[in-house]
């Protein structure tokens, strides 16, 4: 039994004409018969790999990705999601560091004749471990301290509850139409937008690369109903000189990847009328909170746990100077993933997970939810002393001029922690390097001060819309 597959057979029989996904441009439609036939054709394509193995699946294109997830599970196969990369090196390591026995490679945004190549590795590949009821799930690529590639395993029934969880938490149902603005083969993507035409039959709405403005044109066009995005999609949008206009129809936008601020919610819901629901989720755990009322970035929480999930606060350790009603937040849930493949690492097993970040729970008087405030695990160690970068990131953040900063350690060659750099993005009215230092020289003692300061327009930003770390550690980053 594999409860995706089981669904989408069902869907399959009660109505194959049912269209599953719409380019946002143009006439193109896909229905459950044709994600179907492209599924079967898929499964020939990928015949010659072992069942039980991982194939790395490379890309997100809409019914494409849809019908590759399909013909892997129907074959017994384990996908590692990994984005379109187009270096044979970076495709090479994953495929060893995660044991491949093949590689699907997803072509253009729309299939045509040559939509898939299939490709089979020198190796015998790894033959994942049978999860329970033998349904396999996906692999989801995340990287370990050390920045090796490693994925988190999720089985098919941990994607399933997680579905279930959040179809029942946000009200979703198989009549929503969704744009698909986020990539499809990261862990928000995946449970927003992939999962529900499989599932329930709704309806995806894919726009255009490449265009900023193509998703609002297409949720325009195509009547979206739910709108998945991350924060600095929803910053472009505001900052616009005209804003693009949302449809009538959207009824639920919801936030993820990165912290929402104040001032971006406030600003969608002056622009548009529609608050911004905050979702919180992991790679490891799928959805944690929810905003079901909305507006808890404004009122700086990220909501309250999703149906099923139970969220806790772990004591920070004896000595911390910090306020003892914080805590490392802890998630338990049926949808939390088996662990870390190929690497184990005990903060992840058994229906638990102990995560990297920081939390209080709040009350307003209308409810309980919870407040992140940061990451432990980007505590700094300089000179002995320990820094909460979000301090210092505050500090700054407080100057007129500057949207936002990030601090962090410049690594030497051997990897050891070294020099604190701090990089500020901001407008025309930013201070300049010199006024910068000194207003940290009276604000700051000795080893907090930064001992390089780069100043760029906007933070780097991954595809998930999340800080860029690793690119601000490249010593020739400007």
Not at 324 to 342: D, K
Not at 420 to 442: E, I, S, Y
Request: proline share 8%; net charge neutral; glycine share 12%.
């Amino acid at each position: 039994m594999h409860p995706i597959l089981d669904c989408w057979d069902h869907l399959l029989r009660r109505d194959a004409q049912r269209i599953v996904v719409v380019h946002g441009e143009g006439e193109l439609r896909a229905t459950v018969g044709d994600v179907d036939r492209l599924a079967r054709d898929a499964a020939r394509r990928l015949s010659s790999l072992p069942a039980g193995g991982v194939v790395l699946l490379e890309g997100d294109a809409g019914p494409g990705f849809l019908a590759a997830l399909l013909a892997c599970w129907r074959g017994g196969l384990t996908p590692a999601l990994a984005p379109a990369s187009g270096q044979e090196t970076t495709r090479a390591a994953l495929g060893q560091a995660l044991g491949c026995c093949g590689v699907a490679r997803l072509i253009g945004d729309w299939p045509a004749d040559e939509w898939l190549v299939c490709t089979r590795a020198n190796t015998s590949g790894t033959t994942m471990p049978a999860p329970p009821g033998g349904a396999p799930g996906v692999l989801k690529l995340t990287s370990g301290s050390s920045g090796a590639p490693r994925a988190v395993h999720t089985t098919a029934e941990q994607l399933a509850a997680d579905d279930r969880a959040l179809t029942a938490t946000m009200g979703l149902d198989e009549g929503d139409r969704i744009l698909a603005a986020i990539p499809l083969n990261h862990s928000y993507g995946l449970a927003s937008v992939a999962l529900p035409p499989l599932v329930r039959g709704a309806a995806i709405v894919q726009p255009s690369r490449g265009n900023p403005f193509a998703p609002a044109q297409a949720a325009c066009r195509h009547q979206v109903t739910f709108l998945p995005t991350t924060p600095a999609y929803l910053a472009a949008l505001v900052a616009a000189r005209r804003p693009p206009p949302v449809p009538s129809s959207l009824r639920l936008v919801i936030s993820a990847g990165a912290p929402l601020t104040a001032a971006t919610a406030e600003a969608f819901r002056a622009t548009y009328g529609l608050a911004v629901h905050t979702f919180y989720g992991s790679s490891e755990t799928g959805g944690i909170t929810f905003d079901r009322r909305g507006g808890a970035a404004e009122r700086g929480t990220v909501g309250e746990p999703v149906e099923g999930v139970e969220v806790s606060l772990q004591p920070l350790s004896a000595g911390d100077r910090r306020d003892p009603g914080q805590g490392t937040v802890v998630v338990r849930s049926p949808a939390v993933a088996s662990g870390y493949f190929p690497t184990v690492d005990e903060r992840l097993g058994d229906g638990r997970f102990v995560t990297g970040d920081l939390g209080r729970f709040s009350d307003d008087g209308r409810g309980v939810e919870l407040a992140l405030l940061g990451r432990t695990d980007r505590v700094l160690n300089l000179r002995g002393r320990k820094l909460d970068p979000r301090e210092l990131e505050s500090i700054v953040e407080s100057l007129s001029g500057v949207r936002e900063a990030a601090a962090l350690q410049i690594r030497g060659e051997d990897g050891a922690p070294g020099a604190l750099r701090l990089v500020v993005a901001g407008d025309a009215d930013l201070p300049d390097a010199a006024r910068l230092r000194d207003f940290l020289h009276r604000r700051l003692p000795p080893h907090e001060r930064p001992r390089s300061v780069v100043f760029v327009t906007e933070l780097p930003r991954n595809e998930r819309g999340k800080i860029d770390f690793a690119a601000m550690q490249r010593p020739d980053f400007r």
